[in-house]
């Protein structure tokens, strides 16, 4: 079982709140990463991390931050929610194995929904 | 750019029976990854089966196989004596060797297993 944690599974939130969606895992990894779900649709990689302080943006862009400040938390920030913004929030980790036995474990998601 | 197309929005299977799901991709990358992986209802995706592009030979999990061609850039998925543990949405992804963990999904197709 991966070890991989979201909080919260669900939040419900007004226009215009600061959010933050944890994400924490005990294995280890050095990278991490959040993909943004709407349904019916594909997942899209929005924000990575390489390691401690290392975060970069992904394919789709995003309005949200991230933070790497400890190797096993990489937290996702609305800084002011919008409905654009209802999603499920997918984060992920993988080991630096050099990528041919590369494995990615998910959390359970965190699905938002601004009013 | 890659991009990963899945034909087949829901697929409904008795138990016991085989299905297969479709999964197409384009990519000028010669040398890539290809994932099955299965969202369970309110649970978290995990890795079903992987496919590194340099092998020829079809991978195999148990129940699970696939039928990758290279050059029609196809890669479908065989779940084979279906069990009601296996209803779950399924997303097929793709990765390039130098975009580790960074993965380029499917909208996912929706397998129901009936009784």
Known sequence: EADIYQTPRYLVIGTGKKITLECSQTMGHDKMYWYQQDPGMELHLIHYSYGVNSTEKGDLSSESTVSRIRTEHFPLTLESARPSHTSQYLCASSEEKGGRNEKLFFGSGTQLSVL | ?115
């Open chain 2, 1 to 115: 750019a890659q991009t990963v197309t899945q034909s087949q929005p829901e697929m409904s299977v008795q138990e016991a029976e085989t299905v297969t799901l479709s999964c197409t991709y384009d990519t000028s990358e010669n040398n890539y990854y290809l994932f099955w992986y299965k969202q369970p209802p309110s649970r978290q995706m995990i890795l079903v089966i992987r496919q590194e592009a340099y092998k020829q030979q079809n991978a195999t999990e148990n129940r699970f196989s696939v039928n990758f061609q290279k050059a029609a850039k196809s890669f479908s998925l065989k779940i084979s004596d279906s069990q009601l543990g296996d209803t779950a949405m399924y997303f097929c992804a793709f990765m390039t060797t130098d975009s580790w963990g960074k993965l380029q999904f499917g909208a996912g197709t929706q397998v129901v297993v009936t009784p």
